[in-house]
């Protein structure tokens, strides 16, 4: 680890990546492969765990974390409201839990994993690549010199333009992008913005979940 100090940051977002390309190629295996990658991933950050340290060390003040969830909150409806004015990258597949012939038991704990995933393992991932290792690394390729949180537009621009580019609601993606980006720029810390992206996620689950808005998911 300590030669390729990039692989804790880089490795499980690959991973999570690799699995997800999967997808269209083995579509009755979605659930499967969505389990698989949610345990997958979470195991990689775990075992990496001391890694990332560093970056959420700092604790947070009260202030700062009701800032974090005002803006996980914030992004969520930016992301649920214009759904259906705002152009979109491809057409996503969606993931319905109750379509793949499961028992109801089973049902539950995919929707379980699911939730997991999206509201835990992502953010932690997501924001460690995007917002640690990216932000920085764009600044200087020796990532650990650059501190948390620095500016620079050109980075800025970077992470939050690539971070649209991975969502199909991607002018969205571009506002939870500056709003997250924003956070660890002014906070210094991994802290709030993981914290307001598993907001965003977890509300989006439960909205998913109570109107069926699948494509979502």
């Known amino acids: 680890m300590l030669e390729k100090p990039w692989a804790p940051y880089v490795v499980p977002f690959a991973v999570f990546m690799l699995f997800t390309a999967l997808s269209p190629v083995w579509p009755d295996g979605r659930p499967l492969l969505y389990i ?11 075992h990496w765990r001391e890694a990332y340290r560093p970056d959420i060390a700092a604790p947070l003040g009260l202030r700062d974390y009701a800032i974090a969830v005002g803006a996980g909150l914030l992004v969520l409806a930016a992301w649920v409201l214009p759904e259906e004015f705002l152009p979109q990258l491809g057409q996503p597949a969606g993931f319905d839990p109750c ?11 995919l929707i379980a994993v699911r939730l997991a995933g999206a509201a835990v393992v992502v953010p932690v991932m997501e924001e460690l690549f995007w917002r640690s290792f990216i932000l920085r690394y764009a600044i200087n390729p020796d990532f650990r010199s650059v501190p948390l949180g620095t500016f620079s537009w050109f980075s800025f621009g970077v992470v939050v333009v690539l971070f649209a580019l991975e969502h199909h609601q991607v002018v969205p993606g571009l506002f939870a992008g500056i709003i997250y980006t924003g956070e660890v720029v002014a906070q210094k810390n991994l802290r709030g913005c993981i914290l307001a992206h598993a907001v965003t996620s977890l509300g989006l689950g439960v909205y998913v979940l109570a109107t069926s808005g699948w494509h979502f998911w």
């Open 36 to 46: 698989a990658k949610t345990l997958v991933v979470g195991a990689l950050l775990w």
């Open 99 to 109: 379509g793949f012939g499961w028992p109801p038991a089973a049902v539950v704990g």
